[in-house]
């Protein structure tokens, strides 16, 4: 099985050699694949404080693995804002499954590899890196805890 940064990279590979245009079409269309908020993370949502305040789009996080060590990644993305559900959706896509001090380690430079930094903005940018520290933190603490 592919580790997160190899799952990481694969992803990063699709918008290589794709123009502005193209790589934002590219997130919407990883966007379409983020699965709807569970019902019970739902209920969740409205009493744990799991929003990510540094983003302007709503996006809320639970970063959880069982009890070996597994990391799961659930997420909801206002769907008004399809290229951060599309980031989103791709960080889903590299973690879930993976063991989470692997996770924990994740790269601070997908932006800037996956050439989304200066497409998408300063402030959506800047959005998106708070998830990706939002991420890696949640998961370093289940790490030391030996979750």
Do not use: H
């Amino acid at each position: 099985m592919a580790s997160v940064q190899e799952r990481l990279s694969e992803l990063i590979g699709e918008f290589a050699d794709l123009d502005a245009r193209e790589k934002l079409e590219l997130l919407v269309d990883f966007a379409n694949g983020l699965p709807p908020l569970p019902a019970e993370y739902e209920a969740r949502k409205a009493v744990e404080d799991r929003r990510v305040r540094e983003c302007q789009t709503p996006v809320f996080l639970w970063m959880e693995s069982d009890g070996n060590a597994t990391a799961t990644f659930v997420a909801e993305v206002a769907p008004e804002a399809p290229t951060v559900k599309g980031f989103v959706a791709i960080l889903a896509a590299a973690v879930n499954g993976r063991p989470v001090v692997e996770v924990a380690s994740l790269s601070d430079d997908m932006l800037d590899r996956m050439g989304l930094a200066d497409v998408l903005g300063i402030l959506r940018t800047r959005g998106l890196r708070a998830i990706v520290a939002r991420v890696k933190r949640g998961f370093a603490e289940l790490a030391a805890a030996g979750n």
